[in-house]
């Protein structure tokens, strides 16, 4: 069989399939449905320096290849999961990621500090396309400058593995990932959801609370494998893709394209067993067409 091990800097990952941030919940609500050791790591839902109520509903709606949702980063907050969640997690024999959110960098990087003093959460991946309540709204991710001011902030507090998940939403991603890595992400992840919208034609309103939503699902992959490809040219640092991942085919377009390993979202919620279906398929393809280990059809196009 081909090895299927891969490297995110210092993270060592058993094989190239994780959970992206939202869809997995803690992992633990999934642990009746798959054996969580055997994920290459797990991401556990947006955490906050301080306790989220979230959007009010609704604030999810199925779409046509996807679903768009505006859950609003509902948590109890870091110090919640600290002292509630973590000592559930921490022996689970895989690697668990923090995804951190705020609303400025010191939020980020005062959240990203105290999860650096739990021994058994080895990354954390920062959620960048939060609003920035000093512009606006504007979200961190979408300008060079709003990206590198956090990963910058978080650096200097935080000392493990540290990944920056990307928007989508921007003119040039490329930029914005070199932003990144040059105030020291170890790693990025992208894509997060593209910003979309439903309406109901009969209330003639938006069917989702606020109006607008972040979309995902196989809708959005072509434009995620593009963007993974684009960035995994630019940067030295290694690359996490997602997007519209269902299947193993899909998960080695993503390799294929750059990406060091990969996240399945969406498709937790179909097939909550969907991430040990797409490790066993990328093994068994690789072992269909000789190959040794899965590095080697990393950035193979």
Known sequence: MATLNVNIKSLKLKNPVMTASGTFGYGLEFADFVALDQIGGIIVKGTTLH????????????????????????????????????????????????????????????????????????????????????????????????????????????????????????????????????????????????????????????????????????AVKPVAVRMVWQVAHAVKIPVIGLGGIMTAEDAIEFLMAGATAIEIGTANFIDPAVTIRVRDGISQWLDRHGCRSVQEIIGAV
Not at 55 to 75: I, S, W
Not at 156 to 176: A, F, G, M, Q
């Open 51 to 218: 306790p989220r109520q979230g959007n009010d509903y609704p604030r999810m709606v199925e779409t046509a290849q996807g679903m768009l949702n505006c859950v609003g980063l509902q948590n109890k907050g870091v110090d919640y999961f600290c002292q509630h969640i973590y000592p559930q997690v921490k022996d689970i024999d895989t690697n668990v990621i923090v995804n951190v959110s705020g609303s400025a960098p010191d939020d980020y990087a005062e959240c990203a500090a105290r999860i650096d003093a739990l021994e058994k959460i080895p990354a954390i991946e920062l959620n960048i396309s939060c609003p920035n309540v000093k512009q606006g709204g504007m979200a961190f991710g979408v300008t060079t400058a709003g990206a590198a001011s956090v990963v910058r902030a978080v650096r200097e507090r935080y000392h493990k593995t540290l990944i920056v998940k990307l928007s989508p939403n921007v003119t040039n991603i490329v930029d914005i990932a070199r932003a990144c890595e040059d105030e020291g992400a170890d790693s990025v992840s992208l894509i997060n959801t593209l910003m979309g919208m439903a309406i109901d034609i009969e209330r003639r309103r938006p069917v989702l609370s606020i109006a607008t939503g972040g979309l995902s699902g196989p």
